[in-house]
Antibody, heavy 120, light 110 residues
């Protein structure tokens, strides 16, 4: 069974930084493309970005609002995905889901989510 | 404002059928695969449909989907109260180089 467990969420002041981690199990993490999806309170889903597997080049893509501020990385030796969030804004508040994602951009497995609250 | 357009809400009685539309453009739905997600209250989303019209093995055949041109549709038959949830469509947008989601549709089973 695929499991994705996020950690590192919390309260941070506007302009601050936070790093989320996501440990994967039950699948071959090395071969998986991974992504982050967020959801502001009471709002819909917003894709944050993805990182391809190393064999697919290991490159990243981001949604426009986070480009230059967020960095997605992975440590395949630890089966762990990271989301480094810098220059945080109140609009970044929400639940952040760690996911696997196919090459067709289908988000096929979701973690339970980590809450990030950015205060002014 | 979402790139993909969904109705904010739909409703129907138990046992009935409902459809949820998702409208996009040639840079997203028109040339990429569409997926659908179900988010039950207080839980993480779950993949319902992938590759435009395919169901993961754990999803019952009351759920179906189709795609035509720059639009997609999710259908749910034999509605149950347990189907009350938010439903989202999603796809890749080649112009944005990003995954885009619809704004979500809340299903109420009256």
């Amino acid at each position: 069974e695929v499991q994705l467990v996020e950690s590192g969420g919390g309260l941070v002041r506007s302009g601050g930084s936070l790093r989320l981690s996501c440990r994967g199990s039950g699948f071959n993490f090395n071969d998986a493309w991974m992504s982050w999806v967020r959801q502001a309170p009471g709002k819909g889903l917003e894709w944050v970005g993805r990182i391809k597997s190393k064999t697919a080049g290991g490159t990243t893509d981001y949604t426009a609002p986070v480009k230059g501020r967020f960095i997605i990385s992975r440590d395949d030796s630890k089966d762990t995905l990271y989301l480094q969030m810098n220059s945080l804004e109140t609009e970044d508040t929400g639940v952040y889901f760690c996911t696997t994602i196919t090459w067709r951009a289908e988000v096929d497995n979701w973690g339970q989510g980590a809450l990030v609250t950015v205060s002014s | 404002q979402s790139v993909l357009t969904q109705p904010p809400s739909v409703s129907a009685a138990p046992g009935q059928k409902v459809t949820i539309s998702c409208s996009g453009s040639s840079s997203n739905i028109g040339n990429n695969y569409v997926s659908w997600y179900q988010q039950l209250p207080g839980t993480a989303p779950k993949l319902l449909i992938y590759d435009n019209d395919k169901r993961p093995s754990v999803i019952v055949d009351r759920f179906s989907a189709s795609k035509s041109g720059t639009s997609a549709t999710l259908g749910i038959t034999g509605l149950q109260t347990g189907d009350e949830a938010d439903y989202y469509c999603g796809t890749w947008d080649s112009s944005l180089s990003a995954v885009v989601f619809g704004g979500g549709t809340r299903l109420t089973v009256l």
